[in-house]
């Protein structure tokens, strides 16, 4: 079946780096993307996301990348701090033609961010 | 309040056990979701109330049942299960707008072990 999924499992960064987390998804027709980060012991928290009618989506410290032609997408991290250290999964779900989106997220494998001071 | 709040946080059960998790949100959202996640894996959609029905079961065994008693709160009841579903049950919400779901917003879980 299709899945969403991850080119690095671990990323080790110095504080103060950009840190970039790359996710590749294979449903070509998914077009709501959404980046969660999960701490230790705690459930996943919403960072960003981005609809595929965008290509790229700020916040504050973070980035989002969309690339539909290779089905990719990425999750930037600037000055990136000891407290962005957790797993970071990227989700996708589809709006189906009807624009109705039932809320079936499916995640990616997930990246270990770790940040040394 | 912008939280979504689990019951209880830690669960040991008996592979003949009742026992039930309980979710809570009040920020107004008119969808609610199950997730089982296992260690070191990503989470996995088990159950979705849209505006308290039921819309989508990810073919998941009838020892799990869920129930949406109003909008702002969800139960998982567990019945028989196995020590394969010791896992970390998440809870999510979110806002419905013109059909869609906007993002999830979770809960920390509860953290169960069938023995």
């Known amino acids: 079946g299709e899945s969403v999924g991850l080119h690095l499992p671990t990323l080790s960064v110095q504080e103060g780096d950009n840190s970039i987390i790359n996710c590749a998804y294979s449903?070509?027709?998914?077009?709501?993307f959404i980046w969660y980060k999960q701490e230790s012991g705690k459930g996943p928290q919403f960072i960003i996301d981005?609809?595929?009618?965008?290509d790229k989506r700020q916040g504050q410290r973070v980035t989002v990348l969309l690339n539909k032609t290779v089905k990719h997408l990425s999750l930037q991290i600037a000055a990136t701090q000891p407290g962005d250290s957790a797993v970071y999964f990227c989700?996708?779900?589809?709006?189906?033609?009807?624009?109705?989106?039932?809320?079936?997220?499916?995640f990616g494998q997930g990246t270990i961010l770790t940040v040394h001071p | 309040d912008t939280e979504v709040t689990q019951t209880p946080k830690h669960l040991v059960m008996g592979m003949t056990n009742k026992k039930s998790l309980k979710c809570e949100q009040h920020?107004?959202?008119?969808?609610m979701y199950w997730y089982k996640q296992k260690a070191k894996k990503p989470p996995e959609l088990m159950f979705v109330?849209?505006?308290?029905?039921?819309?989508i079961n990810e073919s998941v065994p009838s020892r799990f049942s869920p129930e949406c008693p109003n909008s702002s709160l969800l139960n998982l009841h567990l019945h028989a299960l196995q020590p394969e579903d010791s896992a970390l049950y998440l809870c999510?919400?979110?806002?419905?707008?013109?059909?869609?779901?906007?993002?999830?917003?979770f809960g920390p879980g509860t953290r169960l072990t069938v023995l």
């Open positions: 989700a996708e779900t589809m709006i189906n033609a009807g624009g109705t989106s039932y809320g079936k997220l499916t």
């Open positions: 981005i609809r595929s009618n965008m």
């Open positions: 999510a919400s979110s806002q419905v707008e013109g059909g869609l779901h906007n993002e999830q917003f």
């Open positions: 109330y849209s505006y308290e029905k039921l819309s």
């Open positions: 920020m107004g959202h008119r969808a």
């Open positions: 449903n070509s027709a998914s077009d709501y």
